[in-house]
């Protein structure tokens, strides 16, 4: 194992230190091709920093990132789990900055903290893309972002309450709201909560009685669901901010004697779409999933054909996402891999 280490690191080195010579520019569609080919074979090295694997969600993202820059294209692709700790991101960071990588390519935990190291990457001439979370650091210390817009994603979700409540008569009854939080400081908490709470303001009968962070997992979630079912004995509508807090919140219910989903005591609002959330939406136990996309990793692969081939690339890139409710989530349905 350590051997085996010693090897890809050696191997790393080796790659990294070469200029390229011949830089034949490729049309971005060409996504099959190698980044581009080069005299001497050099290949492309990217130190991936991921956050962990504490969802469905973020395995996929792993996945189709892993996908995208393949060997196959020209990458050598480094990859390090930083199991939910912001330190470990920053010491992933710095060492590929030793191992003079090509790009570092970084899916922030938190909004906060991003400075000094991107800074470090900045002198060490390393360009940064940021990958699904964003940051609150100054934007000329990374190159591009490619995510998703959670602000939309949470503002998806109180229009999908609204025009419920309008179906049913209700949109001027009192409904008593919990919300199950993912990673405090997230940008992907931070803009569902947000964009959440820009719609339910305009509804003074919408009461959010609580939030709390399940920390985007199923155990977590499930326990912060225990406690509000304990607390509040009249709960109308969980806004869950991911798939997996949500198959914990609806064990909670369950085994409070509650029914959940369509026509159920409680409604579910999820975040995601990942297929085992969206057969429970088929099913109707969960009335509406607004999808975040993980398929990310081909957005990347263009970002760094275009960079390679010294053209400009945006600030920012927004995979596109959907909302699924047991209306249209069928036809989708099989087409999901994750
Ligand atoms: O940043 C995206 C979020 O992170 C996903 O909603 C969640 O499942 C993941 O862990």
Redesign the pocket.
């Known amino acids: 194992m350590v051997a085996a280490l010693a090897a890809a690191m050696a191997a790393v080195f080796l790659w990294g230190c070469g200029a390229f010579q011949d830089i034949r520019p490729q049309a971005e569609e060409a996504a099959d091709e190698r980044i581009y080919i080069q005299d001497n074979g050099e290949m492309v090295i990217v130190g991936f920093s991921q956050?962990?694997s504490?969802?469905?969600?973020?395995t996929a993202?792993t996945n189709s990132i892993q996908r995208a820059l393949t060997k196959e294209r020209g990458y050598f692709l480094i990859t390090d789990n930083a199991r939910q700790k912001q330190e470990n991101q920053i010491k992933a960071i710095r060492r590929y900055i030793s191992q003079r990588v090509d790009y570092i390519v970084l899916?922030p935990i938190t909004e906060s903290g991003w400075d000094t190291v991107l800074e470090e990457a900045r002198e060490a001439g390393i360009p940064v893309i940021l990958a699904?979370?964003c940051v609150d650091a100054d934007a000329s210390l990374y190159t591009t972002w490619v995510?998703?817009d959670?602000f939309q994603e949470g503002e998806k979700a109180g229009r999908w309450l609204e025009e419920n409540l309008k179906e049913k008569n209700r949109l001027y009854e009192d409904i008593n709201i919990v919300i199950l939080q993912?990673?405090p400081g997230?940008?992907?908490e931070r803009g569902r909560t947000e964009g959440f709470a820009s719609v339910a303001s305009r509804y003074g009968n919408w009461h959010i009685l609580d939030c709390q962070s399940g920390d985007?997992t199923t155990a977590k979630g499930k326990e912060i669901m225990e406690q509000f079912l304990a607390s509040y004995p009249d709960i109308d509508v969980v806004v869950s901010?991911?798939?997996?807090m949500t198959f914990g919140a609806m064990e909670a219910i369950a085994e409070a004697g509650l029914t959940m989903g369509v026509g159920g005591d409680i409604a579910l609002i999820s975040?995601?779409a990942v297929k085992e959330a969206l057969e429970l939406v088929r099913k109707g136990k969960i009335n509406v999933d607004i999808e975040?996309n993980?398929e990310q990793g081909e957005y990347i692969h263009r970002v760094i054909q275009k960079l390679e081939q010294g053209l400009a690339v945006e600030k920012a890139y927004e995979v596109e996402e959907m909302v699924f409710t047991y209306r249209n989530v069928t036809e989708y349905l099989d087409k999901r891999t994750y």
């Open positions: 956050i962990g504490e969802s469905i969600w973020r993202n899916s699904d979370r995510g998703t959670s993912g990673t997230s940008s992907a985007f901010q991911n798939d997996d975040f995601d975040c993980p």
